[in-house]
Nanobody, 120 residues
Framework: QVQLVESGGGLVQPGGSLRLSCAAS????????MAWYRQAPGTERDLVAG???????NYADSVKGRFTISRDNAKNTVYLQMNSLKPEDTAVYYC??????????????WGQGTQVTVSS
């Protein structure tokens, strides 16, 4: 079974940094776009950053210049480096990816989420 597992969340002070990781595992044939979303209580789940298989990236306006998304295809892993964190960045961060398993067509997958809390 294909799975996405996030790690790296935690409590950090405003202005601090965290790096999130998301590793895909299972019977994977290929991974297309990978992305990070976030959701705070009472809000919709919004796209934070995305990266294509070719390395093209895009970011939400609220995180441009502060966050960097990257991927290691050999490890089936996507990262989100978060710098200059603000209280409004507090949310559960979810990994998302389009993955084709060995015997199926491409499907979209979500990780379980990791909590990021930015507070003094």
């Amino acid at each position: 079974q294909v799975q996405l597992v996030e790690s790296g969340g935690g409590l950090v002070q405003p202005g601090g940094s965290l790096r999130l990781s998301c590793a895909a595992s299972g019977s994977i044939y290929s991974i297309d776009t990978m992305a990070w979303y976030r959701q705070a209580p009472g809000t919709e789940r919004d796209l934070v950053a995305g990266i294509t298989s070719g390395g093209s990236t895009n970011y939400a306006d609220s995180v441009k210049g502060r966050f960097t998304i990257s991927r290691d295809n050999a490890k089936n892993t996507v990262y989100l480096q978060m710098n200059s964190l603000k209280p409004e960045d507090t949310a559960v961060y979810y990994c998302n990816a389009f993955i084709r398993s060995v015997r199926t067509t491409t499907r979209n997958y979500w990780g379980q989420g990791t909590q990021v809390t930015v507070s003094s």
